[in-house]
């Protein structure tokens, strides 16, 4: 190597002028080892499969005509391959076979790239016709910014609607699950496949990132310490709950559950977790702590939606989070790092008499500085009594409010304000003043209906309103008439207010059913607000021709409220 380093100073010193062709230079003397070195470098860098390129593309002919139900054939040349090497399926010979683009009736598709070298692409219109076709190199590291052809031919525009390049072969992997958000940043669940014999014997790593826009997922931590398998006749999944941020870290509650592979599922056995991650300097892997909580509490013992459990900080080091007892949902107080804890039912009578409902009702509330942990203990129609729990010494209080018709949903905490939906169908968005929430006992009576807020679209026979999603000071109520979004046919319903929560206006033609490029809602935390707009996280999958490979959007909203017409791809770092 030192004799290496030697020759390229004196090349650059002596020889600034001197051209070498490779058929001049001996494979045995130093400039043939420093050519044979830079090709391994470039052969290095062209086969690191380790990363992966997703394009979504518009094709048309010079007027802009898209070419609707074409197709695209595409594939890539290594650049550092100078001996004809075969192409292979997944580029395992550092050459990919080529895979095939349907395009839509606008003339867009999905282009992915597990290589590095130059991507040749030949574009043919609805006919089966050749029309042009177009060259350029594909990276590491590539923008959509960055983005340039080397050639084109043809009748035909090769046009970049979004590029996303990842530096894992995510595309290869279908587990996308939005967690919520904390602290301003989103948060999502990643799992990359690392041995494959079937589908039934596979093994993975679980990632989370995390996102202060929606789009660009900066921060990537693997989450050691844990399994992820199948095996035949069991499976080993992680649940995950929604994050927490404690003033210096991001918290998350893990169940690594053993179950039967085939449905229903069994459950056979779990283990109790928690992950922390630091907010300031996200590391790229994080080690989970095991959690003991009481005897036969189990994290998130339940239906896949893990994230429709609440997770809370209190604040003073104590946290909440909502194990299962018996099957059923029991939230719980503790601290982190040692194993008392208090459950809320038992001790605080909390009550779920309506799991929908109630679950939401646990709400972190904060009046003149002090946080207080909301509970319901009873409803019954016109009146929700809750128990106000007092974080930093747990004293608490009964409050009573009531509203000129039944109560649809807890009591919720939006700028300052309290408010739920009540009444039959429709129903209404009403406000409670907050002035006796401290005092012995109160009753608290609506006092003021939120404009336009009717629900006469939505029906259903549970509480409606899901989530509250909030920034710069717009705040987006979603409503659906499912309680976990996943009962087919789901009525989602989504309002906006960004005047104090003294109005609303309804957000028109929601996306989530309208195209192929838009899937149906199955969680409230696909649904997100960053910047005063909405968001909306998913994964669809898309065909090259020999198998479906997920792609992993966000749709955002406009100033106005609509929808933009096309989501973005996601971006991970």
Known sequence: MKRVLSLLFFILFYAKCSIFKPSQLDPGEDLGTLQSLLRLLALIDAFNTQSQSVLFMKFTDSNGTPYGGGAVEYSVYNEADENGVATSDFGETGNVRTYTATLDNFGRGFLFFSERGIAKLSLKNAANTFVGTADFRIYNGITKQSFSLLNQTGNAQFLVEDLANYRNRLATNFTFTPLGSANGRQFIYLEVQTSFTATDRNTSIGYIASSADGEYYDAVTRIDGVTIEK???????????????NGSEYIFFLSEEKRDYSPPNNFQSNKNLALRISAFSPPSSATVQLKNLPTNYRFFNGANGNWYYPALYL??????????????????????????????????????????????????????????????????????????????????????????????SPVFQVEGKLMALTGSSPFSGVTFPTGSYTNLNPTITQNATITNFNTSSIGGTTSRLRTIKSSNSNHYFVLSNSP?????????????????????????????????????????????????????????????????????????TNSDGTWEDLPRLIKIK
């Open 484 to 556: 976990t979004f996943t009962a087919l046919p789901t009525n989602v319903q989504i309002f906006r207010s960004n005047d104090g929560v003294n109005s609303v206006t309804s957000i028109p033609a929601t996306p989530f059913s309208l195209s192929e490029y838009s899937v149906a809602i199955i969680s409230p935390e696909q649904i997100q607000s960053t910047n005063g707009l909405l968001n909306y996280s998913y994964a669809k999958s898309f065909s090259n021709g020999s198998v479906n490979l997920p792609v992993y959007f966000t749709r955002f």
């Open 315 to 408: 604040g003073d080091g104590r946290y909440m989070a909502t194990p299962t007892l018996s099957g059923a949902p029991r939230p719980i107080l503790f601290y982190l790092d040692t194993d008392t804890s208090s459950d809320l039912i038992s001790d605080f009578s909390c009550t779920i008499s309506a799991i929908d409902r109630d679950l939401l009702g646990f709400q972190l509330v904060t009046y003149s500085g002090i946080n207080y942990l909301q509970c319901p203990q009873n409803y019954a129609g016109t009146s929700y009594v809750i128990r106000s729990i007092r974080a930093s010494d747990l004293i608490f209080n009964q409050i009573n409010f009531t509203a000129a018709a039944n109560f649809d």
């Open 231 to 245: 095996n035949v006749t069991y499976e080993i999944i992680l649940k995950i709950s929604n994050p927490v941020f």
